[in-house]
DNA sequence: TAAAAATGTAAAGTTTTATTTACTTTTATA
DNA sequence: TATAAAAGTAAATAAAACTTTACATTTTTA
């Protein structure tokens, strides 16, 4: 599983914390997903797509089957 | 949290058992997903959305904020 | 209507997500 | 080029997802 959390975080001009902040979630969460060291949950998913307006899809996406 | 698995499950005419083997995961799972007893880790969501060909934002509605 | 299949429930155990704290390294800014 | 802010890393802990087993109840079908 890849993601583009960072980039599109980047979009925002966030930090770490004010996305871990935002979403309600520690710092080391968002620094865990964004280096692919875990797999979030889908309500975790849901919000991060709603603030970068994007579908969970595109925001995540499984490498193959 | 509320899903449309068990609704999606039934237009596919698969039993949990079924689902959760296509799924990889146990009939449990499955059971506790439909029962909202937790929350999926988003892979499962995305592979759920795909075998039911809808966007995880469909699948999975977050109740409010 | 009896048997089988599917679903519900529950508890104990494992694995993984997520938190907290703390410290190091990198990047931005005064 | 110091200083501060941001990001990387790591370890101990807590919380939640998920598994396994086992059995009860409901629904389907022979």
Redesign the interface.
């Known amino acids: ?1 890849k993601n583009l959390v960072k980039v599109e975080r980047a979009r925002l001009d966030m930090t770490q914390a004010e996305l871990a902040k935002e979403l309600g979630v520690s710092r080391q969460t968002i620094h865990a997903i964004e280096k692919d060291k875990f ?9 991060m ?1 709603r603030l970068f307006n994007l ?3 595109e925001l ?1 996406i ?1 490498d193959e089957d």
Not at 39 to 47: C, G, M
Request: aromatic share 6%; proline share 12%.
């Open positions: 599983m797999n979030p949950s889908v309500t975790l998913a849901l919000k797509g579908p969970v899809e995540f499984i």
